[in-house]
Each structure stands twice: as structure tokens, then as C-alpha cells.
């Protein structure tokens, strides 16, 4: 009987132990022969156990009591109707204060577009770049182009930057609310880095280049063909501007 080809599905089902024993073994076999893909997968399994330990200690915190529901219901009784919307008013503070980000999402729309990518790109920029021990999970060109694109369904061309200073260190896959992103990292001699965010446009799909600043990042972000395309560093926008029309023009070729 032939054995179905592993997936990247597969691969990352093998990480989480949500596969079937059958197939679970089936992956093992496999990794065991692809000695390059068993490290990538190790690097999941290494990322899995560090996010588990970072937010296990969050999920095994007890219940703040003001949300206690049994005693909500009971404060409820014995105060006065003419109470109701200061209790509602409290209830509400409480909850904002252990799920903020959520009451934000329900009230605010969700950026789209290249809002949005901006936004993925600084985000990526604040959690990779100031990391020094393991800022990119891939520092292999080749493999990383492979990967990425073949995660994002999409031709993905490694942008060139070091005619203008800076060298590639590497990339890696990164979840965003519109899907996977392409993210790519890049410095210079005096220690500054930079991040490329590509992925493919569900709105904007063709835009020209705008730039964007906050939380002392900055960039431009811009859409070809579909595919969106977000370069962000330390610094003024207009610094960035030649390395964004460098990656763009590169981009174009694909």
C-alpha cells in the first residue's frame, strides 16, 4: 500500500500530536530520512514548547472574583433595579481590564487592505527584530523562497538588498488575520534591521506605495498583481523610501 506524501500540514499536525497513529508514524519514517525538514521541524516543536511555557502560567491563573458568576448573579439580587447600570458599568470595566484587545476588535473594524499589511509588517518588526538569539527561523535562501512560497501558494522572489547595505539574515512563515505572510529580515553594519512582509491582497490587490509610522517604526507598503508588500525599519519613512522602491522593482520581475 503506497503512502499518501506528507504535507506541510502534516507537518505541523505532527508537531501538535493531532495526527492519527498511523499517520503519526508514517511522519516519523519520513523525518527520519529528511534529516533537512526534521530540523525545521524541530524548530516548531521548539517554538510550540516556549509558547506553551509563556502562556501556561496565563491559563492556570485563577478567576478574577468580579467575574465570578455566582456572584454577579448574587450582587445582582440584592441591589436596587436603579443599580443595574452601574453594576453593567463595572462588569464592563472588569472585563476590560483582562480582555481589552477583544472589546477593541468588537468595537472597532478591523483594518483591511494595506492598513493592514502595515500593520502585520510593524508587528512582525517589534516581535522578530529586536530578538537576538533567534530573529528568523530560516537563514537558508534557497529553502526559505521554497517554503514560503510554497505556503503562500504564490511565486515569492527574495528581495536583493545588499547593493544598499544590508545583507540578508533570513525568514520565516508568519500568521496574520488575512493568512500566512512571507517575512523577511535584513541589517547592516551598524547593527539595524529591517523586515519585508509579503502576502497575498484579498482588497487592494493593486495600490500604490504609501508610507506609514508608529511606535517608532516606520515603511512603506504597497500592492503589484495581488500580492501586497510591507518594508519596515527604525527611523523616518523617507530614509526607507530607496530600499521600498528597490524591493518593488525586484518585485516586478517575478
Not at 458568576?69 to 472585563?95: F, Q, V
Not at 483594518?111 to 533567534?134: N, P
Not at 501558494?153 to 496574520?176: A, E
Request: hydrophobic residues 40%.
Amino acid at each position: 500500500m503506497s503512502i499518501r506524501p506528507i504535507s506541510e500540514d502534516d507537518l505541523h499536525a505532527y508537531v501538535d500530536r493531532a495526527l492519527e497513529p498511523e499517520r503519526q508514524a508514517e511522519v516519523a519514517a519520513y523525518l527520519e530520512s529528511h534529516p533537512d525538514v526534521a530540523k525545521r521541524v524541530a524548530a516548531f516543536a521548539d517554538q510550540r514548547c516556549w509558547l506553551r511555557s509563556a502562556l501556561g502560567p496565563i491559563a492556570e491563573e485563577p478567576l478574577p472574583p468580579q467575574l465570578n458568576l455566582s456572584r454577579i448573579i448574587e450582587s445582582r439580587r440584592r441591589r436596587p433595579s436603579s443599580a443595574r447600570w452601574a453594576i453593567a458599568a463595572m462588569l464592563m470595566l472588569a472585563i476590560g481590564g483582562i480582555g481589552g484587545w477583544t472589546i477593541r476588535g468588537a468595537t472597532q473594524a478591523p483594518a483591511s487592505g494595506l492598513a493592514a499589511l502595515a500593520q502585520e509588517a510593524s508587528d512582525s518588526y517589534q516581535v522578530y527584530a529586536s530578538d537576538r538569539t533567534r530573529p528568523v527561523e530560516l537563514r537558508d535562501s534557497t529553502e526559505l523562497v521554497s517554503w514560503v512560497s510554497s505556503r503562500l501558494r504564490q511565486p515569492v522572489k527574495l528581495p536583493d538588498l545588499s547593493k544598499s547595505g544590508y545583507r540578508f539574515m533570513g525568514g520565516r512563515v508568519v500568521p496574520t488575520a488575512h493568512g500566512p505572510a512571507a517575512m523577511f529580515m535584513y541589517d547592516d553594519d551598524r547593527g539595524n534591521r529591517l523586515v519585508v512582509l509579503t502576502r497575498p491582497m484579498t482588497t487592494d490587490q493593486n495600490a500604490p506605495m504609501a508610507s506609514h509610522a508608529g511606535n517608532n517604526v516606520a515603511g512603506f507598503s504597497w500592492a503589484d498583481g495581488g500580492m501586497g508588500y510591507s518594508l519596515v525599519g527604525p527611523g523616518a519613512a523617507e530614509q526607507l523610501r530607496p530600499l521600498a522602491n528597490e524591493v518593488r522593482k525586484q518585485a516586478q520581475s517575478i
